[in-house]
């Protein structure tokens, strides 16, 4: 079937650290990957996606590489900062439908001055 | 534009009253969702139209019914509702751009119910 597993949060770091966050799928076919952040009292925002082996998304600063030989999918960010502070879901969709979407539990992030 | 809206963005019932969340997406998009969000916890499908037809159920109450009026309307009619139920409902549609099926949430709708 098709799944997400991230980390286990919370995570807090210190302004300007570095930032990575775990994600790896099981899913059958080439999937398509995202992330997405969700700040307190919002919706999900589309951060940033990627759709085949060896792709990098990047967004705002957030870089992510489609693994597909080891189903990963892991987020960085090389200096975070304390308007990074927000939730972050990894999720895919799988190749062969375009109406279901799998997210995993989500990562709290919490970036300190 | 990637805007999916959501009204109303707070609302508080009884246990007895009926009420409505409405969301609107000008995307294109022939597929729209209804998700339900507890604190910290990922999004829990609810529903998912496509094409205005229900394709998805989640084995949700009937406490809640849901309604696609067009392809750019979803509706959550809500009746009877447990304290439980208590959450933020977020609405979400999705769509094919460059080849990538990718899916855009709308704000949310934080419901109370008392």
């Known amino acids: 079937g098709n799944s997400v597993t991230q980390m286990e949060g919370p995570v807090t770091l210190s302004e300007e650290a570095f930032l990575t966050i775990n994600c790896t799928y099981t899913a059958t076919g080439y999937p398509s990957l995202f992330w997405y952040v969700q700040y307190p009292g919002e919706g999900l925002q589309l951060l940033l996606k990627?759709?085949?082996?060896?792709d990098k998304g990047s967004n705002k600063g957030f870089e992510a590489t489609y693994r597909k030989e080891t189903t990963s999918f892991h987020l960085e960010k090389g200096s975070v900062q304390v308007s990074d502070s927000a939730v972050y879901f990894c999720a895919l969709t799988p190749s062969n439908t375009g109406n279901q979407f799998y997210f995993g539990t989500g990562t709290s992030l919490t970036v300190i001055p | 534009d990637t805007e999916v809206t959501q009204t109303p963005k707070h609302l508080v019932m009884g246990m007895t009253n009926k009420k409505s969340l409405k969301c609107e997406q000008h995307m294109g998009h022939r597929a729209m969702y209804w998700y339900k969000q507890k604190a910290k916890k990922p999004p829990e499908l609810m529903f998912v139209y496509s094409y205005e037809k229900l394709s998805i159920n989640e084995s949700v109450p009937s406490r809640f019914s849901p309604e696609c009026p067009n392809s750019s309307l979803l509706n959550l009619h809500l009746h009877a509702l447990q304290p439980e139920d208590s959450a933020l409902y977020l609405c979400a549609s999705s769509g094919r751009s460059w080849g990538v099926y990718e899916q855009y949430f709308g704000p949310g709708t934080r419901l109370t119910v008392t």
């Open positions: 990627a759709t085949k082996a060896d």
